[in-house]
T-cell receptor, first 112, second 109 residues
């Protein structure tokens, strides 16, 4: 089992640029989560999908953030335009209903 | 008040000692509980689920106290490799996992 796959692992971009983060959940898992982690705020849930449908996006900071899940094996988190305060580690996690979450290795984003 | 609270630490503990963390939660309707471990610059990984009757996995023991609304994690005979941040997670229902900010543990030789 390959686990949750995220790409890129590291991203450095300039303020104002568009950033797209990608996630492939574990096959068979029907729930997908995007998190952001910073030293100041800890682990924050951004959005949750169930069976490819966004259920709760109340954690998305603002309109600059958007997420999609076009099929069961792929999701993207997009930031447009990016700002320095978006610098963080972004984790994707997936799970089967009722079971624990498995996290991907994360994307370390730096916006200069 | 945060929904899930943990002492951020760090806890500096000599190798071989026993260490315990608590985590308090505010929602009495919370249904399930977990401890995750996160190593520096890595993703969180499930350490153990916490059951009402308490559960043990080797050197690790987790307990739930619903009356006082806290969960605990006990680590016996601590190893250098136990150094990590331990995250308390509370499931309010369905997908609503509430994460604590984590407790940092440093095991010293």
């Amino acid at each position: 089992d390959a686990g949750v796959i995220q790409s890129p692992r590291h991203e450095v971009t300039e303020m104002g640029q568009e950033v797209t983060l990608r996630c492939k959940p574990i096959s068979g898992h029907n729930s997908l989560f995007w998190y952001r982690q910073t030293m100041m705020r800890g682990l924050e849930l951004l959005i949750y999908f169930n069976n490819n449908v966004p259920i709760d996006d109340s954690g998305m900071p603002e309109d600059r953030f958007s997420a999609k899940m076009p099929n069961a094996s792929f999701s993207t988190l997009k930031i447009q335009p990016s700002e320095p305060r978006d610098s963080a580690v972004y984790f994707c996690a997936s799970r089967e209903q009722g079971h624990e979450q498995y996290f991907g290795p994360g994307t370390r984003l730096t916006v200069t | 008040r945060k929904e899930v609270e943990q002492d951020p630490g760090p806890f500096n503990v000599p190798e071989g000692a026993t260490v315990a963390f608590n985590c308090t939660y505010s929602n009495s309707a919370s249904q399930s509980f977990f401890w995750y471990r996160q190593d520096c610059r890595k993703e969180p990984k499930l350490l153990m689920s916490v059951y009402s009757s308490g559960n043990e996995d080797g050197r690790f023991t987790a307990q739930l106290n619903r009356a006082s609304q806290y969960i605990s994690l006990l680590i016996r005979d601590s190893k250098l490799s136990d150094s990590a941040t331990y995250l308390c997670v509370v499931n309010k229902g369905n997908y609503q996992l509430i994460w604590g900010a984590g407790t940092k543990l440093i095991i010293k030789p």
